[in-house]
């Protein structure tokens, strides 16, 4: 099984960026960001495929959240500016272990999981 493990969380104010970090123990296919807010489910906010060729955001950071890795570090990144209060969550990273055809935006298809980063935005 692949080892994810995330950082680069923190407390910031609205408007500031951060960047996270996830560094896989081993080979990753997909690979997703998801983050869970107190008291909500977990979603969804951004994939990409291997080779970087394919990604996906939710309505909610597109245009200000970016996926990016580095294959030869087995390390995602999630840049994220104009923070807002609502993006304050728990953040997790995910991983594919097999190659598929379509990145995925659905958690229980991932079966390898980071233990989570957290980000706070003041306001």
């Known amino acids: 099984q692949v080892q994810l493990v995330e950082s680069g969380g923190g407390l910031v104010q609205a408007g500031d960026s951060l960047r996270l970090s996830c560094a896989a123990s081993g080979r990753t296919y997909t690979m997703g960001w998801f983050r869970q807010a107190p008291g909500k489910e977990r979603t969804f906010v951004a994939a990409?495929?291997?080779?970087?060729?394919?990604?996906y955001y939710a309505d909610s950071v597109r245009g200000r959240f970016a996926i990016s890795r580095d294959n030869a570090k087995n390390t995602v990144y999630l840049q994220m500016n104009s923070l807002k209060p609502e993006d304050t969550a728990i953040y997790y990273c995910?991983?594919?272990?097999?190659?598929?055809?379509?990145?995925?935006?659905?958690?229980?298809?991932?079966?390898?999981w980071g233990q989570g980063t957290q980000v706070t935005v003041s306001s």
């Open positions: 990409s495929s291997r080779n970087g060729g394919n990604t």
């Open positions: 995910a991983a594919q272990l097999q190659p598929t055809l379509h990145v995925t935006i659905r958690p229980h298809e991932y079966p390898s």
